[in-house]
């Protein structure tokens, strides 16, 4: 019977190597499997994390797709905007604050395509810690604090991912 131990140990050995191997790797710091397709998703989108800490409207802007719509997250269409109107709203929200930290948490990434096509579309869900500074009505510095959730959604151009709604 001890004899049999080490043979036994050694077939342990290999199962335990090859259910390691099986195993996905992650982007490090998430839990979004580690691929080409991934990669490039969450490059463009920290090039969009890096443009907002700037403060960078015309950087963002050439990162909107001309299809960009924006519903606000709210049942009206009142403060629903496209392509022209990301222009104004981030020109606006930039005048308005500076001291700019921009935070995210990848939580998903739900891509309709395996390899990086055109047309391909994702989403990506997104937790995001921020904070800014901005001057109230009586000329004081405020220092304002944002936790929220968010879905991006991005589709690529052919050469570039483009965001069709999140920003």
């Known amino acids: 019977m001890l004899h049999r131990l080490p043979t036994a140990l050694a077939l342990l050995g290999l199962c335990t190597a090859a259910a390691c191997a099986q195993q996905h790797a992650y982007i490090q710091g998430t839990k979004i499997p580690d691929n080409a397709l991934n990669k490039s998703l969450l490059g463009t989108i920290e090039d969009y994390r890096h443009a907002v800490e700037?403060?960078?409207a015309k950087g963002l802007m050439l990162m909107a797709s001309p299809k960009y719509s924006e519903d606000s997250g709210t049942p009206t269409v009142v403060d629903d905007y496209g392509f022209?109107?990301?222009q104004g709203v981030l020109?606006?929200?930039f005048q308005q604050a500076h001291d700019i930290?921009?935070?995210m948490k990848y939580v998903a990434v739900s891509p309709s395509c395996?390899?990086?096509e055109a047309g391909c579309l994702a989403k990506v869900?997104?937790?995001i810690d921020a904070s800014f500074t901005i001057t109230d009505a009586r000329?004081?510095?405020r220092r304002l604090d944002k936790r929220d959730q968010n879905q991006l959604v991005l589709e690529y151009s052919g050469t570039a991912w483009q965001f069709l709604s999140g920003m």
Request: no cysteine.
């Open 54 to 56: 700037r403060g960078d």
């Open 84 to 86: 022209d109107g990301l």
């Open 91 to 93: 020109a606006t929200r």
């Open 101 to 103: 930290r921009y935070s």
């Open 114 to 116: 395996t390899e990086l």
């Open 125 to 127: 869900d997104v937790l």
């Open 139 to 141: 000329g004081q510095a």
